[in-house]
């Protein structure tokens, strides 16, 4: 994937996530970046995400590897959840949620569930 890194959406203890956008067909995508050598996680989370075709997980879209700023990373490319995680939603919400949006959360997740115990 020929693309470009974009503003931060997240960023944790050893990796962090981007917003991309592919050159080529002009998409957005979440890439979650580590350096190669802290990279173990995510690895196996990508060897996890490949195998997923669950509409309510984030679609894995690859992987690869770049050297920027004299270092080697190791990047996953993610499905773009424009709304963001059900952690957003509850802050947005200043620590609540209305009745609605935490049935449509509740459902999402008990399907994502589903589908992983049909894989088993």
Same mark, same amino acid.
């Given at each position: 994937?020929?693309?470009?890194?974009?503003?931060?959406?997240?960023?944790?203890?050893?990796?962090?996530?981007?917003?991309? #956008?592919?050159?080529?067909?002009?998409?957005?995508?979440?890439?979650?970046?580590?350096?190669?050598?802290?990279?173990?996680?995510?690895?196996?989370?990508?060897?996890?995400?490949?195998?997923?075709?669950?509409?309510?997980?984030?679609?894995?879209?690859?992987?690869?590897?770049?050297? #920027?700023?004299?270092?080697?990373?190791?990047?996953?490319?993610? #499905?773009?959840?424009?709304?963001?995680?059900?952690?957003?939603?509850?802050?947005?919400?200043?620590?609540?949620?209305?009745?609605?949006?935490?049935?449509?959360?509740?459902?999402?997740?008990?399907?994502?569930?589903?589908?992983?115990?049909? #894989?088993?």
């Amino acid at each position: 994937m020929d693309w470009t890194r974009g503003h931060t959406l997240d960023r944790g203890s050893t990796a962090a996530v981007y917003a991309i #956008e592919d050159h080529r067909s002009g998409q957005v995508f979440a890439v979650k970046s580590a350096e190669l050598h802290h990279s173990e996680f995510l690895k196996r989370k990508q060897g996890i995400l490949s195998t997923l075709k669950c509409p309510q997980i984030v679609a894995y879209q690859g992987c690869d590897v770049t050297f #920027e700023n004299s270092a080697y990373w190791f990047n996953l490319f993610m #499905e773009y959840a424009p709304h963001g995680t059900l952690v957003d939603a509850v802050r947005e919400q200043n620590g609540g949620m209305e009745e609605t949006m935490v049935g449509s959360y509740a459902r999402q997740i008990l399907l994502s569930l589903n589908y992983h115990q049909q #894989e088993k």
